[in-house]
């Protein structure tokens, strides 16, 4: 497996599973858009981008013995209305939600020697035009495989 693998894996399950997890979060919740690069300019919302930050050996043997994790960002980018941040704030961390049990799901559904695990993640909120405000989060998902 390669870097862009890893990406790709990440990306598919995603994009094929998400939907799922978010619709038992709450109905209403669309559907983001997904690319699998850093658009910081793109203005679709809800937007949900899937892309490496970085990559290592696994462990102190793991370069001998081929294994790497590799730590991609799953970041959500959405507009909302300026006057009602809380209610946005919410929408994202129930968007942040679906994706901490679309992750979970893959987990217990692979049994192909990588896995998947959560690591930190981050948000912020910040003026947009219109009187909106945009609700960014990404949350670190560290792939672990064989190369």
């Known amino acids: 497996m390669s870097v862009r693998q890893a990406v790709d894996a990440l990306a ?3 994009e094929a599973q998400f939907g799922t997890y978010l ?12 690319v699998r690069s850093r658009r ?15 990559g290592r050996p696994y462990d102190d043997a793991g370069q001998r013995n081929r294994a790497w ?13 300026a006057s009602d941040s809380d209610g946005s704030q919410d929408t994202a ?10 992750v979970n799901a893959y987990n217990d559904s692979q049994a192909t020697g ?7 993640w981050a948000s912020d909120d910040f003026g947009a035009a219109d009187n909106q405000t945009r ?11 064989f190369a």
């Open 114 to 120: 990588h896995s998947l695990i959560l690591d930190e």
């Open 40 to 54: 910081p300019y793109d203005n679709r919302t809800p937007l949900l981008q899937v892309y490496a930050t970085s």
């Open 23 to 34: 619709q038992a979060i709450s109905g209403t919740l669309a559907t983001p858009t997904y």
């Open 93 to 102: 961390l129930a968007y942040h939600q679906a994706l901490i049990n679309c």
């Open 69 to 81: 994790a590799v730590r991609c960002a799953v970041h959500l980018s959405m507009l909302g209305s």
């Open 12 to 14: 598919d399950w995603i």
């Open 135 to 145: 609700h960014e989060w990404a949350q670190i998902v560290e792939m672990r495989y």
